[in-house]
């Protein structure tokens, strides 16, 4: 991804999808992180939100509908197409990160986010209904020579959120049990796995052994 040319304005919440195609060069630019109030609703207190931004890059061009569309095109048409009519198709890259709760050890931290997708502009509501089971590709509605692209990269980086958010490594060890703590190195604690590629399971008795060392 570049970085956003002078002539972007950051602020711009949408696109001339068409003449973005026509320009043939990506346009990129940056969204203030507060903007994005609907990735924020539940968002945990964290230093720097308020100052936090997300970059983005939106590319634009014309390209011939995927086969069994311009198949299904001709037929609708009654085999009096002469030549299919070629479709907008955007690709949209995002950076940023998002203020999240660990689900491990309950505590709030930054998660990157990355996002490059590439979309299929279609007519109506209608048309991405009956398009949607059989492409490969995601489909969007121009409505009007504009889209808007505040809310796209909203909605992308939503769907782009781990599910159970986690820290790659929790700041301090969880305590889970007598004897078994999270990070230390003991087996079942960590994911080690034993023979046969199964969880290595704590000894039943590992816990009781270390109740009796800790009696005076």
Known sequence: MTRPTPDTDPRDDWIDVEALARRATPLAGVYALPRLTRLLTDAPALA???????RWQAQAEWRDPPAAVAAAMRALAGGRMAAVPRQLWLRLQIE????????RCLEPYWQ?????RWFRFVADEATAEAEDDTCEEDLLVLEGARHHL?????????????LVPMH???PRPLPLAAGDTLGTGEPGATGELAAGGEPAKPHPFAALAALKLRRP
Do not use: K
Request: glycine letters at 6%.
């Open 48 to 54: 720097g939100v308020e100052t936090a931004t997300v």
């Open 96 to 103: 940023g990160a998002v203020p999240l709760v660990c689900q």
């Open 112 to 116: 990157p986010l990355q996002v490059d």
């Open 150 to 162: 505040l809310a796209l990269v909203e909605d992308e980086l939503l769907l782009a959120a781990p």
């Open 168 to 170: 790659a490594a929790c």
